[in-house]
């Protein structure tokens, strides 16, 4: 389940690389102090999102995005609302509309594609099975948890 899982992921990632790569040399430069950055941030947080933790990406020549935004939820509920959460803030304060979401109807690990940010909302038991940081792990992470 794991390996087909991250199969799908992988060729979610290479179908998106060219709008990637296009975004990344026409937009302006990313940071962790954007408008687009720090709403998502809040985003989870106003929705009790937990072990908030983003990967920065852009010196990691195969990544397709400048930064993944990882969050945990207990329940299929709060990781909804975690979802509607970001959609919503992303549309009225940035304007932004995702361009691609998935797993939402399993609602186990969901997707949610900025391009430029790929923000990642998993329910706990699938984010300690799937270890995504670890697959990641020469990016730079930040821990954004308040506590």
């Given amino acids: ?3 087909d899982f991250l199969e799908a ?3 979610h990632y290479l179908t998106t690389t060219s709008v990637a790569l296009k975004s990344k040399s026409s937009s302006a ?3 962790k102090n954007s408008k687009v950055f720090k709403t998502i941030i809040e985003a989870i947080k106003d929705k009790k999102g937990e072990d908030i933790i983003s990967l920065d990406l ?8 400048d930064f993944f935004v990882v969050c945990s939820a207990d329940n299929t509920t709060q990781l909804k609302a975690i979802i509607d959460s970001i959609e ?28 430029d940010i790929v923000v990642h909302v998993m ?9 995504l940081e670890d697959l990641w792990s020469d990016a730079v992470a930040t821990i954004h948890d308040d506590k």
């Fill in 1 to 3: 389940m794991r390996k």
């Fill in 9 to 11: 992921l992988n060729k």
């Fill in 29 to 31: 430069k990313l940071t």
């Fill in 58 to 65: 852009r010196k990691i020549h195969e990544a397709v995005a």
């Fill in 88 to 115: 919503d803030k992303m549309l009225t304060v940035c304007g932004e509309r995702p361009y691609k979401q998935e797993g939402v109807k399993n609602s186990q690990w969901v997707l949610i594609d900025y391009v």
């Fill in 123 to 131: 329910h706990t038991q699938s984010r300690n099975f799937y270890k």
